[in-house]
Nanobody
Framework: QVQLVESGGGLVQPGGSLRLSCAAS????????MNWYRQAPGKERELVAT????????NYGDSVKGRFTISRDNAKNTVYLQMNSLKPEDTAVYFCNAKRHGLSPKYDVEFWGQGTQVTVSS
């Protein structure tokens, strides 16, 4: 049974930092692309950052570039999201996602964590 368990969320003041963790089990972690998404109240879920199985990392959106960094430790089956200079608009539930593409889309495999709340407020 695959499990993705996020941790590290909480309440932080503007300008502060948090590091989210996502511990994966039940899958061959190193073969999966790991993603962080977030969903703010009343908004659609958006992709924040990606770490591919081949070692590339991407941040998405001008709103997080230069502030958020994704990393992974394949030995620990864990992906991280370091968030610095947090802003109130970063307030959202942050979700961990594991995805592996098959030879065709019908063979894609995807798993989600339960999410962790990040609140940026003074």
């Amino acid at each position: 049974q695959v499990q993705l368990v996020e941790s590290g969320g909480g309440l932080v003041q503007p300008g502060g930092s948090l590091r989210l963790s996502c511990a994966a089990s039940g899958l061959t972690f190193s073969t999966y692309t790991m993603n962080w998404y977030r969903q703010a109240p009343g908004k659609e879920r958006e992709l924040v950052a990606t770490s591919t199985s081949t070692g590339f990392s991407y941040n998405y959106g001008d709103s997080v570039k230069g502030r958020f960094t994704i990393s992974r430790d394949n030995a620990k089956n864990t992906v991280y999201l370091q968030m610095n200079s947090l802003k109130p608009e970063d307030t959202a539930v942050y979700f961990c996602n594991a995805k592996r593409h098959g030879l065709s889309p019908k063979y894609d495999v995807e798993f989600w964590g339960q999410g962790t709340q990040v609140t940026v407020s003074s």
